[in-house]
Nanobody
Framework: QVQLVESGGGLVQAGGSLRLSCAASGSIVSINSMGWYRQAPGKQRELVAGITSDGTTNYADSVKDRFTISRDNSKNTVYLQMNSLKPQDTALYYC???????????????WGQGTQVTVSS
């Protein structure tokens, strides 16, 4: 099994910064991509940012130029640096990992438990 452990959430004032981390462990032979989704109360889960194994990144339009995703392949860890935070960034942030556990296997997705980010105005 694959486990994702997130950290770094918390309460911050508008304009502040937070850095989320997500470390993957367990039986996995290849990671295709990692990233972050978020879900605010009453809203659907939405993609925030993702990064592939070769470093290609993608971002939601709402966070471009404010958030930066990065990855340490040696540690199977993905980071999300969040700057200029806004109250509308308040949500539960979930880490995900797309990868395979066996070379002949199919790509699967695993999820973290979520970390709360609250931005006060």
């Amino acid at each position: 099994q694959v486990q994702l452990v997130e950290s770094g959430g918390g309460l911050v004032q508008a304009g502040g910064s937070l850095r989320l981390s997500c470390a993957a462990s367990g039986s996995i032979v290849s990671i295709n991509s990692m990233g972050w989704y978020r879900q605010a109360p009453g809203k659907q889960r939405e993609l925030v940012a993702g990064i592939t194994s070769d470093g290609t990144t993608n971002y939601a339009d709402s966070v471009k130029d404010r958030f930066t995703i990065s990855r340490d392949n040696s540690k199977n860890t993905v980071y999300l640096q969040m700057n200029s935070l806004k109250p509308q960034d308040t949500a539960l942030y979930y880490c995900y990992l797309d990868g395979i556990q066996r070379w002949w296997g199919q790509v699967q997705r695993w999820w973290g438990q979520g970390t709360q980010v609250t931005v006060s105005s």
